[in-house]
């Protein structure tokens, strides 16, 4: 059977050419690793009792994780939502990268959209908007895909805006890991790691809200990522 990527039925709405079997397979790879690395690690979660009300009343959220947690956050949402039947689908650009993405997310049983605020954002966002109106979670880099690192681009704040779903930050670090010399230096935890998942409380933005107002939820959505991220820190 040919692997599919699967990208939660947006097929149609978006022109997707079709991920060559060298991809594919690196992603199918990739995707057992990161399932791998995440379910030997030894976890502690925190945070989540302020986002199972959404689970179990099915409304959707929109986790929006930094972009070098993209081994990480997956799985974490995954297993958050699983427990629920909630479907997760999370954003892959149109790059080649993001069809390894693709491929990789679906190992792990998540769906991916195609598009990004740089190639497709316009498209991907009013398929996402339809996504959220359908009652599919959604994960995102608000940094991604080219950065600056640790900077919340205004797509998320538009996103929430337009689908009237809260914004959820997550964090998670683990112990031992590497850190790569990509732009966003990527986490790599390694085999059996020590790992915090931290989940912050909903931020709601209003279907009113203007432009000026939306720059500083932008900000505060950043200050809360980095408030949590630094809660998910490990010393010992």
């Not at 079997?21 to 502690?44: D, N, P, T, V």
């Not at 996103?159 to 998670?172: D, E, F, Y």
Request: glycine share 8%.
């Amino acid at each position: 059977m040919e692997y599919d990527a699967g990208r939660c039925d947006m097929s149609a709405e978006i022109e997707v050419q079709p991920i060559p079997k060298s991809i594919q397979l690196a992603g199918y790879l990739l995707g057992l690793l990161m399932r791998f690395l995440f379910w030997s690690a030894r976890k502690e979660t925190i945070g989540l009792e302020a986002i199972r009300p959404f689970f179990e009343e099915g409304q959707p959220i929109i986790v929006a994780a930094w972009h070098n947690r993209n081994l990480l956050a997956p799985p974490a949402y995954r297993a958050a939502s699983k427990a629920y039947g909630r479907k997760i689908c999370v954003i892959a650009s149109q790059s080649k990268d993001g069809e390894l993405a693709a491929c990789a997310l679906k190992m792990v049983g998540i769906d991916s959209a195609r598009g990004s605020s740089s190639r497709g954002g316009s498209q991907a966002l009013r398929m996402m908007v339809r996504l959220l109106q359908k009652g599919i979670y959604l994960g995102i880099t608000p940094d991604g895909p080219r950065g600056p690192c640790y900077h919340v681009e205004p797509g998320v704040i538009a996103l929430a805006k337009l689908g009237q779903a809260p914004i959820v930050p997550l964090s998670i670090d683990a112990k031992p890991k590497k850190r790569l010399g990509s732009w966003d230096r990527l986490f790599v935890p390694l085999p059996f790691s020590k790992m915090r998942i931290v989940w912050g409380e909903p931020i709601w933005v209003d279907k009113n809200v203007s432009t000026e107002q939306m720059e500083g939820l932008a900000l505060k959505v950043q200050e809360a990522l980095q408030t949590i991220g630094q809660r998910a820190e490990i010393h010992d």
